[in-house]
């Protein structure tokens, strides 16, 4: 078979602890790309945020972020979308309010609104990453390109964010306390028409229900003239479950989560070793 596509989720899987590639991966991925391979990035990230990264290994890309909300050309142009259902906000944000949880409403073209106070939302966006993450909060507050959605949140009221002209990508949730998480995701499933998924345990990201990473790659394909079994998908958590659920030629690395790895075509090496090198080589020799 011939690989034309790899799609591969940023944290956790394409990047190590310190936000950048093994150089295994780099060397793979710079290496396929020159072939003429489609590299496809599929995050819950922005795309200076996918871009300030790969750029440093001259790596082309497409993407699709916002875990489905938007996809982005080889030319970093803007396509498709898959935009929050407005009448849907009050009621997610009603939920997260209930259970006491901040939560950052990330907008079209890197925006990034509270309908908290910003300056409480930060500093409980800086505690959580520092408990979860196990890094130095007193670091994190001083470097500027730490937790930087959080750093750019602008106060927003109910009526602007429902009834302006804002494109709301996705909600996101979040608290140390992961039951809170727990029981917002459960109440999450009285709303019809969103998906609600997680990239850790200690938060809930809530998007458009046809907004998942899995629908958007098998439109991105089909307009490409590519077919699944010409595809890899990589990815750890679950909201990288539809791409395992829709491609065959899934690839876990070795510290994704459980449900990822029993979903996997294959289990490889952790994104702090060559997952993406070793996904490579094992589709090449099928």
Not at 30 to 37: A, L, S
């Amino acid at each position: 078979m011939t690989l034309k596509l790899i799609a591969s989720d940023m944290d956790g899987t394409l990047l190590d602890n310190n936000d950048g590639l093994t150089k295994d991966n780099a060397k793979a991925l710079k290496q396929i790309t020159d072939q003429g391979v489609v590299f496809c990035v599929a995050s819950g990230r922005s795309l200076s945020g996918v871009a300030h990264i790969l750029d440093r290994y001259d790596i082309p890309f497409c993407a699709i972020l916002g875990n489905g909300s938007e996809f982005y050309n080889r030319d970093h142009e803007r396509t498709m979308t898959r935009y929050f259902p407005k009448d849907k906000i009050p009621g997610v944000a009603a939920i997260f309010e209930e259970e006491d949880v901040n939560c950052m409403i990330f907008a079209k073209d890197e925006h990034y609104y509270s309908l908290r106070d910003p300056d409480m939302v930060r500093e409980d966006f800086l505690e959580r990453t520092a408990h979860y993450f196990h890094k130095d909060i007193d670091k994190l507050r001083s470097d500027p390109n730490a937790a930087i959605p959080a750093r750019s949140l602008v106060k927003i009221d109910m009526d602007t964010l429902v009834n302006g002209d804002i494109d709301v990508i996705k909600m996101e949730a979040f608290a140390i306390d992961i039951n809170r998480i727990v029981r917002c995701r459960e109440k999450l499933k009285a709303i019809e028409g969103v998906s609600y998924l997680a990239s850790c345990d200690d938060n809930v990201e809530v998007t458009d229900i046809t907004a998942q990473k899995g629908l958007m790659l098998e439109e991105v394909i089909r307009d490409m003239g590519i077919t699944k079994d010409e595809v890899i998908v990589l990815g750890d958590g679950m909201n990288d479950l539809s791409l395992f659920e829709r491609f065959p030629y899934s690839y876990a690395p070795g510290n994704a989560t459980d449900v990822i790895k029993a979903k996997a075509h294959k289990v490889v090496s952790s994104h702090t070793e060559s997952d993406v090198k070793d996904a490579i080589e094992d589709f090449l020799k099928i």
